[in-house]
């Protein structure tokens, strides 16, 4: 440094109001942390058998040291996950449940995934050329799978398969497949609904050991099938009723007509093809909400599906005739679900190049 009258005088420096604002960005954090060790301690599942308890038998049944134990749950309790009376701590609604791990609602790979993910090492994320987990084996893991299931019930699955149910045919249907289907809760679901009807859940081979898990969990292994394989290069039968795929897209999004001429092949004519992804803006303009966009990219190989006015083309230049389409609310923002019928009468053009079929990302 050159000249020392650029050497502040540190009691003249007038503390910026604006560095509250980053304060309370880190409360934000040591709250979320509170929440995970919430859920690592096991405090909610112990509440959630016992009813309630007392700061010192909290303590003793969760290994929690007594010196930590009644600021940690007055944070709990500032934070809507526990409720205190007269020193006897219980779950609230939420944590029962969200947080409790016996619970359909269960919700703690999700909010676990946040902390351990891309979002636990940012920068090195966002300067990634290619995806990390490039090979085809890499991923996804099974938390991974549990928690888009865990998500994917905040209410994402709930109008999918509502929509679904309103289609004409639905009552009908026989066979549905889910490609990519993970953890086969859309499968497991549609089935809930129409006893008549029987899935196959296809996905990489080793995500099937998370499939069946789903599938034995709501009683469905002599309805659903989970089969692995590679879209682009293997086989998942034909006469289909319903093909659904949901936010499986994204990496194909260069390439997306030899996937479209699969389903059309494995759809039996006026038989239903489902899809939900997310777009990004017309455009590729910025959305109005940063940390969703950033969620969304991060969730979407870098980049959500972009114009969907041709993605909506793409339909009828393939054989299909959308029939409804609607924005489904995600924790990331809206969905795009598009519902379309095989239509006999539109014949799905393809290339020489396509007839040979290469899906490749
Ligand atoms: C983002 S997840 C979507 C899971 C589920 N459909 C949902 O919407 O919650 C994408 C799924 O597609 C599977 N997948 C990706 N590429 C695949 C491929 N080439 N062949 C089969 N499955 C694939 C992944 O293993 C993963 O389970």
């Known amino acids: 440094m050159d000249g020392c009258n650029e050497i502040p005088f540190l009691m003249r420096l007038a503390p910026p109001t604006e560095i509250k604002g980053f304060g309370c960005l880190l409360e934000g954090y040591q709250n979320y942390q509170?929440?995970?060790?919430?859920?690592?301690?096991?405090?909610?599942?112990?509440?959630?058998?016992?009813?309630?308890?007392?700061?010192e038998e909290l303590a003793k049944e969760t290994g929690i040291n007594g010196m930590f134990i009644r600021p940690f749950l007055a944070t709990l309790v500032d934070i809507g996950v526990l409720t205190v009376e007269d020193g006897v701590y219980a779950n609230t609604k939420a944590a029962t449940e969200f947080l409790v791990s016996s619970s359909a609602f269960f919700q703690g790979d999700q909010l676990r995934t946040v902390g351990k993910g891309q979002w636990n090492k940012l920068?090195?994320?966002?300067?990634?050329?290619?995806p990390k987990l490039n090979g085809f084996s890499s991923g996804p893991s099974g938390a991974f799978i549990n928690a888009l299931a865990q998500r994917s019930l905040q209410g994402e699955l709930q109008t999918i398969v509502r929509t679904i149910t309103q289609w004409d045919g639905f009552h009908n249907a026989k066979r549905v497949l889910?490609?990519?289907?993970?953890?086969?809760?859309?499968?497991?679901?549609?089935?809930?609904?129409?006893?008549?009807l029987h899935g196959l859940v296809f996905d990489k081979p080793h995500i099937i050991e998370t499939t069946q898990r789903y599938i034995s969990?709501?009683?469905?292994?002599?309805?659903?099938?989970a089969k692995g394989g590679d879209i682009c290069i293997d086989t998942f039968g034909s006469g289909y009723d319903i093909v659904l795929i949901s936010h499986l897209l994204y990496k194909f999004r260069k390439n997306l007509e030899p996937i479209f001429n699969k389903v059309y092949d494995a759809l039996k004519p006026g038989g239903l093809l489902v899809s939900n992804h997310w777009f990004c803006a017309p455009g590729c303009k910025p959305g109005s909400h940063g940390v969703e966009e950033l969620a969304k990219a991060l969730?979407?190989?870098?980049?959500?599906?972009?114009?969907?006015e041709e993605f909506g083309a793409l339909f009828e230049k393939k054989g299909f005739r959308v029939i409804a389409s609607s924005d489904v609310p995600t924790p990331y923002?809206?969905?795009?679900?598009?519902?379309?019928?095989?239509?006999?009468?539109?014949?799905?053009?393809?290339?020489?190049?396509?007839?040979?079929?290469?899906?490749?990302?």
Not at 123 to 130: D, L, M, P, Q, Y
Not at 178 to 196: K, S
């Open 217 to 225: 969990q709501y009683k469905m292994d002599n309805r659903i099938t």
């Open 178 to 196: 889910d490609l990519g289907g993970g953890h086969g809760l859309y499968t497991i679901a549609l089935c809930q609904e129409n006893p008549y």
């Open 123 to 130: 920068s090195e994320a966002i300067r990634r050329k290619e």
């Open 333 to 361: 923002g809206n969905s795009r679900l598009h519902l379309a019928v095989k239509d006999q009468d539109l014949p799905c053009k393809r290339t020489a190049e396509e007839r040979a079929c290469c899906c490749r990302s």
């Open 299 to 308: 969730q979407s190989f870098g980049h959500p599906l972009c114009h969907v």
């Open 34 to 55: 509170a929440l995970i060790a919430a859920l690592d301690t096991g405090i909610c599942d112990y509440l959630g058998e016992k009813g309630q308890s007392d700061k």
